[in-house]
DNA sequence: CTGAAAGCGCTTACAG
DNA sequence: CTGAAAGCGCTTACAG
């Protein structure tokens, strides 16, 4: 096959130096105009594309956006949580928008994941998104920090200042989901999320949902707190625990859409109706909360501006611009597993 | 912030010459173990990663390979079909193993994607997935071809040999679908989807569909047959169409589970009974599947095999091995939506 | 407006 | 086993 074409071929073929063909290429207004053009034509003719690898170490960036994906490694591998799989569909397009392009990979917490990318000059930066114990990971972003390491974090702020955090507020949207559930006359409302700073996320609507409970006047009880991590199976074990303790409740808040769907699958088994005896609000309105048996009543975030403003944060900070933390609202969906009318 | 460090730091401070510090960090037998060992050391103490655009250049190529979903223009920019999704997880996963990075790329199906990553040396090879009309853009992969590039396709076999296609087996999901409908009494299937060459994958679907319904002297009935692309709204529509024609039906099979749950949502709204009145069957078995209402029967793919398929297929051709097309075994999965027994 | 030249940071024949 | 040197294909001061 033939090799493929490099500046040298155009110039030869223009009868131009290289340099004039690298200026045109950029299109430089340093050439004349219809040399530019003329040197264009050639290249397209012959299909030449710029060596990025080439360029790269020119210019020593990569136009290039690494997105790290860190699994909880309990998670089933086929299973990928489909909020991230949304997010992951408007960082893409966020960061071809901007021209870039996006290396993605999936790693276990437990992997050296924290250095390649930036380091290996294959990256300008990286956008982290995860929803592992947190305090696995923290100690890997001061190694970031400590490394200059361009990157922003998805989810709840963090405490040290200079890691750039993006996410939706979890604390607004503890409080609306449990507001809507008080507003249907709820009284005893379940928890089925961790709640320790090890989820920061997952603890952050927990202080929402409590902060609503005491606006009416209610005393969060601690004892319908129940842990769980963001998979269909911890819901449904996290429902079964709080059944089997034989406390009173009327309504669930799961802190993730993938935990009230084990719920909803642990209260159907046991013969509790949805909504009538027991309503449920999930949180993240992924695609089958609206297919959920009844559909699932959540809080949105919303992916597609958060996958812009992931983008943007990280662009601005490889730019030495100037960049702030951000918190995303959160909109209620109301569907039947609490408040919309039966059918 | 201090500039990274090159290899000629670590030589500066192992006390060796710049190739010896190259040799030793690609492990190389030819350095002494002790030196190897030493400059290892010093290397990681130093944070030094090889600079990828330079060791890319100089070895020409590039350790990545590129993933392009190309998307039916059609479809809602915010609703990735989900099928693809899961293929993204494993193709990521795969490439991984094989020590690849991974490119992820998006696109209309409109731009002009054919070229640029392998021919700006970015990456080795590409993994074109997508569902779009396939007479758009047939003459975009012979010019993929004419390049030389290195490339390999997700669906149904190409009739241009040269091109690789890796693929489930599109007409025995058909054949079996049809054979389980039938099975269950079910003698009136329409068909929701697209049965031209536009759509190979559909196409073959179609087909295995028909040779099922002749196995049983059942001379399949184009009256049946619905065109729709894979999203719910096109399915929605596709079974409006069908109700409307007043012509006798007691089964549907959608070439996409997306179609059979927007014709789940059709048959609904007119007060038609799944699976009483109107069995169905879906195609994919997207994680939707499993929470419609009824739970959907459909066809699995195998995402997780057939991203390891298609990434090992892709690295054969890029090292010049020997490579052939592929089909994958299907699955039926049964549930509520036919032939699994009522709740 | 254009060209000759340096240099980005590696890998790898070549010589010893 | 080790080093000096060439060269991958660009971009961009520098000189004209």
């Not at 006047?217 to 991590?229: E, G, R, S, V």
């Amino acid at each position: 096959m033939a090799s493929k074409a490099t500046s040298i071929d155009i110039a030869y073929r223009a009868g131009v130096s290289q340099s004039t063909v690298s200026r045109a290429l950029r299109n430089s207004p340093l050439v004349n105009l219809e040399t530019r053009q003329r040197i264009q034509a050639i290249a397209k003719e012959m299909n030449y594309k710029v060596d990025k690898n080439a360029s790269n170490l020119r210019t020593q960036n990569s136009h290039t956006l690494a997105l790290l994906i860190c699994e909880d490694p309990t998670n089933d591998d086929s299973m990928i949580n489909p909020f991230f799989l949304s997010m992951l569909g408007s960082i893409t397009r966020a960061t071809a928008q901007q021209g870039y392009d996006l290396l993605v990979s999936f790693q276990q917490l437990s992997s050296d994941w924290h250095a390649d990318y930036e380091d290996s000059n294959k990256a300008d930066g990286i956008i982290l998104l995860g929803y592992g114990d947190y305090m696995d990971y923290a100690h890997k972003l001061e190694k970031l920090l400590a490394q200059n390491t361009h990157f922003v974090i998805w989810g709840a702020e963090h405490n040290n200042k200079s890691v750039l955090s993006i996410g939706c507020d979890n604390h607004q949207g503890g409080v609306i989901a449990t507001q809507h559930m008080l507003a249907q006359g709820r009284k005893h409302i379940a928890f089925l999320g961790d709640s320790s700073s090890h989820s920061p996320e997952f603890r952050d609507r927990y202080l929402g949902h409590c902060e609503a409970l005491k606006e009416q006047q209610i005393k969060p009880n601690k004892q319908l707190q129940f842990d769980a991590i963001s998979t269909e199976s911890s819901g449904f074990d996290a429902a079964n625990k709080l059944l089997d303790k034989g406390i009173e409740f009327d309504a669930i808040f799961a802190a993730s859409d993938l935990i009230a769907i084990g719920a909803l699958r642990a209260l159907k088994k046991r013969g509790v109706d949805v909504p009538n005896d027991v309503a449920i609000i999930g949180y993240d309105d992924i695609p089958v909360a609206s297919f959920a048996n009844p559909s699932l009543t959540t809080i949105k975030q919303n992916t597609q501006l958060a996958g812009e403003i992931l983008v943007e944060s990280l662009l601005k900070l490889i730019r030495g611009q100037e960049v702030a933390p951000m918190l995303i609202p959160t909109n209620l969906v109301i569907r039947h597993s609490c408040g919309a009318s039966a059918d």
